[in-house]
């Protein structure tokens, strides 16, 4: 396996049982409270891509628009009801490294840890077909009343996507089970997903002579929406990799381009992006995700897209899925006596295991 930068958060559970506390309508013994202290890691911190990776050699540390701007972190008890709903607010050091806030919760139970991260700005379309801002609709999540949780639901909001993109900052999301048992110490780690995938195209001119000018690039397969939360089937509790992922039923998908004029001095290299976009379809069985571009007042029409990555670039694939999280990076090299050609590095996922270093 490659090797993972993911954005994470790390829960302890600490301290031991509380006494004068019981069950909500119970006359019975005081039930046992676990303490929980949260610690919160950005992973662009603790991984900078500052020095570089196998990836991506010359790139810097991720943008304040790829990082946590805000935390909610909601904990339901064995019943789904709500224990905490609490936002952080990371806007004024989206690089922290600790931040700690203690949560009493009851012991001995599973618990349901939801993780939004950045909601302000995102909206989200429920199973009913209504509408709402993220932040409306996790707000209303009320722990003070112990609100019961419908999780299909929760599984079951989109956000639109489309030719428009995904601003920033991005929004991210999980859903992660923990069983807290008797007092004692816990560890844990939990992994959020932004729901978004970033495209950057990098165009290197080899003419030593003349200025060559791009214009426009264009991508296709652009997924009208996507799950709030991903719909993965996980091959790890820590929800690193998955061997499937699923897009709402009925997604449509459109071309999306960007009108950017760039001039490519001789012998230099410009990039365009980064560009957020949906997670797309997945398992395409025909006319994988393509892109386009206009350079020289020229179109170059449609290139389909393989991946591969840095360390054996000739062994490609067709590109046929996008999970979230994922970056694409598209090479195209512009000869003197060519019109273009295209190398392709993309971050490395298979059918079965998908094995994808996040964006950071």
Not at 88 to 93: E, G, Q, R, Y
Not at 191 to 219: G, M, P, Q
Not at 324 to 337: A, E, F, G, M
Not at 347 to 354: A, S
């Amino acid at each position: 396996m490659k090797r993972l930068s993911y954005i994470f958060i790390i829960l302890a559970a600490v301290l031991a049982v509380l006494t004068g506390c019981s069950d909500s309508g119970s006359d019975g013994p005081a039930a046992d409270i676990s303490v929980l202290h949260l610690r919160i890691r950005l992973g662009s911190t603790s991984r900078s891509r500052a020095a570089g990776d196998e990836y991506e050699p010359d790139k810097l540390p991720a943008s304040d628009g790829e990082k946590m701007q805000s935390l909610r972190i909601i904990i339901l008890d064995k019943n789904l009801r709500v224990e905490h709903n609490t936002l952080w607010d990371l806007s004024s050091a989206p690089d922290v490294t600790f931040v700690g806030q203690d949560y009493p919760v009851r012991a001995n139970e599973e618990k349901k840890i939801i993780l939004v991260a950045n909601e302000a700005g995102a909206g989200l379309t429920l199973p009913d077909g209504s509408v709402m801002s993220a932040s409306d609709y996790f707000r209303n999540i009320d722990a003070s009343i112990g609100k019961a949780v419908d999780l299909t639901e929760l599984h079951q909001l989109t956000m639109e996507g489309g030719a428009g993109g995904i601003a920033v900052p991005l929004p991210m999301s999980a859903i992660h089970s923990y069983t807290i048992g008797k007092a004692q110490s816990y560890s844990a780690t939990f992994y959020i997903h932004r729901a978004a995938v970033k495209y950057t195209f990098r165009f290197t001119n080899a003419d030593t002579r003349n200025v060559r000018k791009v214009t426009s690039v264009a991508v296709n397969h652009v997924a009208s929406r996507q799950f709030f939360f991903p719909d993965a089937d996980f091959t790890d509790t820590d929800q690193l990799f998955w061997s499937a992922y699923r897009t709402p039923a009925g997604t449509s998908v459109s071309d999306a381009s960007w009108e950017q004029a760039t001039d490519v001095a001789p012998g230099e290299t410009a990039e365009i992006g980064p560009v957020y976009l949906p997670e797309g379809l997945s398992g395409l069985t025909e006319d994988p995700y393509a892109i386009a571009f206009s350079i020289d007042g020229r179109e170059s029409g449609w290139f389909d897209l393989n991946w591969s990555i840095p360390q054996t670039p000739e062994q490609t694939e067709p590109m046929t899925d996008l999970p979230r999280n994922t970056h694409v990076i598209v090479n195209v090299k512009l000869l003197p006596d060519k019109p273009f050609q295209i190398n392709y590095t993309i971050c490395p996922w298979n059918e079965k295991t998908i094995d994808i270093p996040a964006f950071n």
